[in-house]
């Protein structure tokens, strides 16, 4: 992980210094809500449906126990006593007093944790895969490209107030799981001939009201000019990007307005003044930032665990959560662990602070003390002895951490959605835990991988449009109704959902999942997922189970 230097801890102090004085000017009614409201943006904190919400920076996803603990420490004696994972990598709180939020920050700051730029219209956190540095499967480690780009973005004074928020994400795993193009700026890590590392780029991916897969505007940027080719196409989103209406402020509508190739020809006329600049990267730059990710002081041990396949033969569960949880790691004797935080009952991505102090202990008993956050709101320790996987497996049913369920139906991402946020349209929560209690634990092994991804409102927190079934929260004459797309995707080959039909009643939802699911298990081939079902017969088969002969006639609310 990247330790902070004396700069850094001054700077975290200076800054929550200003806030609190900020913060008292505005409780004092010295400031303006509108004045206040550019400055707690800023600082991570939005005014949610019941409460203040403040989002903790978590950057790249990765956390250390000790932060861990913190976090846990801020929710007993801040929050209700739990948190919530985001599809950014981050965690949030949604029920902070707004007093109290300087002496959060000042908390974070004691663990080189802040809550700076996860709001407002700038740079946000940059993400990247949960796996990286440990995955079997990757051309290069892409943690220290985030915090390149981390350390040149954060207190950018060009772009700190954007026309719209801006998301990056990087990847440098071959099996992409970091949503890469459906971001402002999408990053592959590749590797040319010559064995030299570059990046993909493309640009104007996003979600929300105008759903885009990024297009392709550079496909091999040399890893030396990558914050001047990104300070290139900042400039120019800056400089053109609307700002007179905020439903078309996203870098994705400039791209699409101004067309892609043209788009392309400005950011290289931009990056001629640039290129070969202060910006140019040198190596002893890059190493400086990867030698904060150097590996832990691994064993040198057997491919092979006996004890591990001892465990896998007596215990059917434990095997059965070994096959749903567990990755291959690069070093020998070494596995990658997910937790699954979606065990029904209990809300897609929150965990209690008893859960989050678990957690920092299981890390430092079994992964050198460090956790990672993914972008479907669970967690993973990235570097467990294979011998230590079924100890580990019993701890976790302890905490109610066992879930075998990863990449089934219920391992659903899912916004708060109207129970706390201000912008939804719906709830989500209700729904996905109505979902959840429809489908037996055989009944998920059955179906087999398949994303469903449930959003409050259009704003697609929870990734609606990427999910295998999407579900949408909208409002119908002031009652809560949910729209179905089928066929999103996620990965490599990244797809948009495409709106089955009319939007259905908050109690006709599970019948609706259990119809769809049905469907597909009529249709597939043996070993077809239902992305490759769906894919391959197409919408009509689902229209006709959901709405019968009428299905034609009717149109997507």
């Known amino acids: 992980m990247y330790r902070y230097d004396q700069y850094d801890h001054q700077m975290l102090a200076d800054r929550v210094a200003q806030f609190r004085d900020q913060t008292s000017r505005f409780l004092d009614g010295k400031l303006s809500s ?43 004696h801040f929050d209700k006593g739990y948190g919530h994972l985001t599809t950014r990598q981050n965690i949030q709180f949604n029920w902070p007093a707004l007093a109290d939020v300087p002496d959060i920050l000042a908390h974070l700051a004691e663990v080189e944790m802040h809550a700076i730029q996860t709001s407002g219209n700038c740079i946000r956190n940059t993400t990247t895969d949960q796996f990286a540095g440990v995955s079997a499967d990757e051309v290069e480690d892409a943690r220290a490209y985030c915090e390149i780009i981390r350390q040149w973005s954060t207190f950018h004074p060009e772009f700190a107030f954007l026309p719209r928020k801006f998301k990056i994400a990087v990847c440098g795993t071959r099996q992409d799981q970091a949503a890469t193009q459906v971001h402002d700026i999408g990053l592959y890590l590749l590797k040319n001939d010559k064995g030299e590392i570059g990046f993909r780029v493309l640009v104007g991916g996003g979600l929300g009201r105008t759903p885009v897969i990024g297009s392709e505007i550079n496909s091999f940027l040399p890893q030396e000019h990558l914050l001047s080719y990104l300070d290139a196409i900042l400039r120019v989103y800056n400089r053109e990007g609307r700002r007179d209406n905020k439903y078309k402020a996203r870098i994705k509508i400039l791209v699409k307005e101004t067309g892609v190739n043209e788009f392309r020809e400005k950011v290289e006329t931009e990056w001629k003044v640039l290129k070969d600049g202060p910006l140019t990267l040198t190596q002893d730059e890059v190493e400086r930032c990867r030698a904060f990710f150097h590996d832990p002081a691994y064993k040198t041990l057997p491919a092979d665990s006996a004890t591990l396949e001892a465990a896998l033969n007596k215990d059917v569960l434990f095997a059965s959560w070994y096959e749903q949880n567990i990755a291959a790691h690069k070093k020998q004797g070494y596995a990658i662990v997910t937790i699954c935080v979606k065990k029904t ?157 009319p939007s259905f009643s908050q109690d006709e939802v599970p019948d609706v999942i259990e119809k769809i699911v049905q469907v597909y298990q009529q249709h597939r081939d043996a070993g077809e997922n239902f992305l490759a079902a769906y894919n391959r017969i197409g919408m009509d088969p689902f229209k006709e189970a959901l709405y019968g002969n009428k299905a034609d006639d009717k149109q997507a609310d």
């Open 34 to 76: 509108a004045e206040f409201l550019p400055l707690r943006l800023q600082n991570g904190l939005y005014i949610q449906r019941l409460a203040p919400m403040l989002r903790i920076a978590i950057p790249y996803g990765m956390l250390s126990s000790v932060q861990m603990r913190k976090l846990a420490f801020i929710a007993d």
């Open 345 to 501: 009952g209990f809300a897609p991505g929150d965990l209690d602070s008893d859960q989050m102090r678990f957690i920092a202990d299981i890390a430092d008993r079994y992964s050198f003390g460090e956790m990672r956050i993914t972008h479907t709101q669970n967690l993973v320790l990235a570097d467990v002895e294979k011998d230590q996987l079924y100890d580990l497996w019993q701890s976790l049913k302890t905490h109610d951490l066992e879930a075998d369920n990863l990449g089934l139906l219920s391992d659903m991402i899912c916004c708060p959605g109207g129970d706390f946020c201000s912008l939804a349209n719906a709830k989500s929560i209700p729904i996905a835990e109505a979902i959840q209690r429809r489908f037996s634990y055989p009944q998920l092994r059955e179906i087999g991988q398949l994303s469903l991804n449930i959003s409050g409102c259009m704003n697609a927190c929870g990734h609606h449009h990427v999910g295998n079934i999407g579900i949408l929260g909208v409002d119908k004459k002031g009652e809560e109704y949910y729209q179905i797309s089928l066929g999103g995707s996620a990965d490599n080959h990244t797809a948009l959902g495409k709106i089955v039909g």
